[in-house]
């Protein structure tokens, strides 16, 4: 074989605890007593020495307010080597909390340290909208947050300017928690035309911190769980 057709797709060296390898993979740089919480059945692949521990003890305590169905939706990696993850091909954004807080729709929530504080919370506000979930995964602390997006996303800084920062609910992927979020509702023209209300519903965000959207409306269950 030409080593050289397939240089371009080796691993890089390691620059950070989490980063991209490519747009849809996340590596993770694995150490002992570091461990991860990563979406079941997001490995693709591994060197080194990797555990896995399905529905660990600090998920089923979550169980009852995050899940509809029988298992958790995270598992817990621990170990020493690198550590890949992907979520159907999904793009993957990388966050590095400095003592900060993210909240992030359950269906984008890839991988985040165990070390960091967490728990399901009540999006509050936001049940009037069609095809949004009642429940994100709020993360705090200092450490990494991996999110997917389907497609490659835009990631808006709301303090940069004095104007308020309007998201269709269904795009958002994640958005810092200390953001104020108010409901607007808006009369859309097109939606005249084949099926719709009329009505579009947007959320207005507005304060320091940022937003990550994608450019796809995701109606599905925002805390899906995957075999």
Known sequence: MDQQMIAGYAPTPVAARME?????????????????????????????????????????????????????????????GLLYLADYGADVVCLNLNNESVSVNGTNLLAF??????????????????????????????GWVAVTSRGTPIVVDCGSGADET????????????????????????????????????QIAFSGQGFVVVQPSEDSTDRLRIRG
């Not at 070390?115 to 200092?142: D, I, P």
């Open 20 to 80: 991209n390898h490519g747009s849809s993979m996340l590596k993770i740089a694995m150490v002992t007593g570091q461990d991860v919480f990563a979406r079941s059945g997001s490995m693709v692949a591994y060197e080194g020495f990797v555990q896995y521990e399905p529905n660990p003890p600090a998920v089923r305590q979550m169980a009852s307010a995050w899940l509809t169905g029988e298992s958790a939706p995270l598992m817990k990696c621990s170990g020493d």
């Open 113 to 142: 340290d165990a070390h960091l504080t967490w728990g399901v919370e009540r999006v509050k506000g936001l049940a009037k909208f069609a095809g949004q979930g009642l429940f994100n995964v709020g993360v705090s602390g200092q």
């Open 166 to 201: 309007y998201v269709d609910p269904d795009a958002l992927v994640a958005w810092s928690s200390g953001l104020k979020m108010k409901a607007k509702r808006s009369f859309r023209a097109g939606a005249l035309i084949g099926r719709g209300s009329g009505e579009a519903f």
